[in-house]
């Protein structure tokens, strides 16, 4: 037997071809054409956010005249101690959480029966995703004119024999208002999410568990829901994502009212930036809710991205 001593053995050293295949020069020239794209998503998106953390370190009101200075963080700890913005992060909360979580339960009943063959089937599918096709101002227009008015809504309309057909929706409950919108019209998204995850069942999976005596709720809770989870947390972070900053519906139903009982970050901060004129506040604002939400969407599509990689190995 031979014994090899390692520490007087010469190692071998891989090192990468300068030219050919896999070498520098070769990485670096499909590199090259990739850098106009990177440098004006640079300049299109983190360009202006530096500009924002500049104006985030200064007290700057438009209304005042030569008021501009430098104040280091004291912008910052305005916002953390400004009882407003915290009552509006908790709107933003409860819109952004509850409309996903609607839409989500929504969109799995309608895509449950869609999911099953009847007679005009497409014609109901045309119609169920119509709404998501509707821009949102004037979806929310829709909403507040034609279904929400309190004398001629359609809503009170259907709510009259129920003793609540005089009720003023976008008044009395704003935010319940301005989420109705959004559920309707993020609803068909959830829903054709979900119908491609149903649609993408194996068949021989659920005709093996019909003949060995499952029911169909015992199908459904045991073999549907574990198979639509990754397409379920899909929909719910891209909903989050999008939905954390709605601004039409609110812009055009409720203004934020009554006083800040309908707004949501996004729109508070344009309250505080072009009708309060407080530049250097709003910019902080602006810097926190942007930090917070690349925050909250990176540990989420980590959670997808894992869900979806795990699915598939063990496929």
Do not use: C
């Amino acid at each position: 037997m031979t014994v090899i001593d390692r520490a007087t053995t010469p190692t071998r050293r891989t090192t990468r071809p300068e030219t050919g295949p896999g070498s520098r020069a070769d990485g670096w020239s499909r590199r090259i054409p990739l850098l106009p794209a990177l440098v004006f998503t640079f300049i299109i998106t983190q360009l202006p956010f530096i500009v924002t953390i500049y104006y985030s370190l200064q007290s700057w009101n438009l209304v005042r005249p030569g008021s501009r200075h430098f104040i280091g963080l004291g912008n910052y700890a305005k916002v953390f101690t400004d009882s407003q913005f915290r009552q509006v992060t908790l709107n933003t909360v409860v819109l952004t959480v509850g409309s996903v979580l609607i839409a989500v339960a929504l969109g799995l009943l309608l895509a449950l029966m869609l999911n099953r063959a009847f007679p005009g089937r497409g014609v109901v599918r045309t119609l169920l995703i119509t709404p998501f096709l509707i821009t949102p101002v004037a979806a929310a227009l829709l909403w507040k004119t034609t279904l929400l008015d309190p004398t001629y809504g359609l809503v009170n309309f259907v709510l009259g024999p129920f003793g609540a057909g005089k009720t003023d929706w976008i008044s009395t409950f704003p935010l319940l208002a301005v989420m109705m919108a959004i559920v309707w019209q993020w609803t068909p998204f959830m829903m054709l999410l979900i119908l491609a995850g149903l649609q993408s069942q194996p068949a021989d999976v659920l005709e093996a568990a019909a003949v060995d005596g499952a029911s169909s709720l015992g199908i459904f809770r045991e073999i549907t829901i574990p198979h639509l989870r990754r397409f379920i947390e899909l929909g719910i972070v891209l909903g989050t994502i999008y939905l954390i900053n709605v601004f039409d519906q609110i812009y055009m139903m409720t203004q934020g009212g009554p006083g800040i009982a309908s707004s949501n970050l996004p729109f508070y901060i344009y309250q505080r930036a072009f009708l309060g004129f407080d530049v250097g506040q709003s910019a902080a604002m602006g810097v926190v809710v942007a930090i917070l939400t690349t925050i909250v969407a990176t540990f989420a599509l980590r959670l997808i991205f894992r869900t979806f990689s795990g699915n598939e190995a063990a496929a």
